[in-house]
Nanobody, 119 residues
Framework: QVQLVESGGGLVQPGGSLRLSCAVSGIIFSINGMGWYRQAPGKQRELVAV??????NYADSVKGRFTISRDSAKNTVYLQMNSLKPEDTAVYYCNADIRTTMAPHNNYWGQGTQVTVSS
């Protein structure tokens, strides 16, 4: 069973920093891409950052503040969040597009981790 486990969320003051982690476990062939999404109450889920085939894309609202990175040896993706703002408050979800022996594309989601930016 493929599993994505997230960690690193919490409560932080405006201007502070957090680093989210997402580790993929299970029997996989390869990871096509990984990314981070977020969803605030009453809002639709939105793309925050994604890395696919070595190409990185960011939402305009986080450019210059957030950085996505991957450790291929650990099958882990990170999201470094700096200069956090109250509007960054949301549940953050890790996503992975994984190739297995059964199918070339399989989408999985992490359990979500709460990020709250408040003074």
């Amino acid at each position: 069973q493929v599993q994505l486990v997230e960690s690193g969320g919490g409560l932080v003051q405006p201007g502070g920093s957090l680093r989210l982690s997402c580790a993929v476990s299970g029997i996989i062939f390869s990871i096509n891409g990984m990314g981070w999404y977020r969803q605030a109450p009453g809002k639709q889920r939105e793309l925050v950052a994604v890395n696919t085939n070595g190409i990185t894309n960011y939402a305009d609202s986080v450019k210059g503040r957030f950085t996505i990175s991957r450790d291929s040896a650990k099958n882990t993706v990170y999201l470094q969040m700096n200069s956090l703002k109250p509007e960054d408050t949301a549940v953050y979800y890790c996503n992975a597009d994984i190739r297995t022996t059964m199918a070339p594309h399989n989408n999985y989601w992490g359990q979500g981790t709460q990020v709250t930016v408040s003074s």
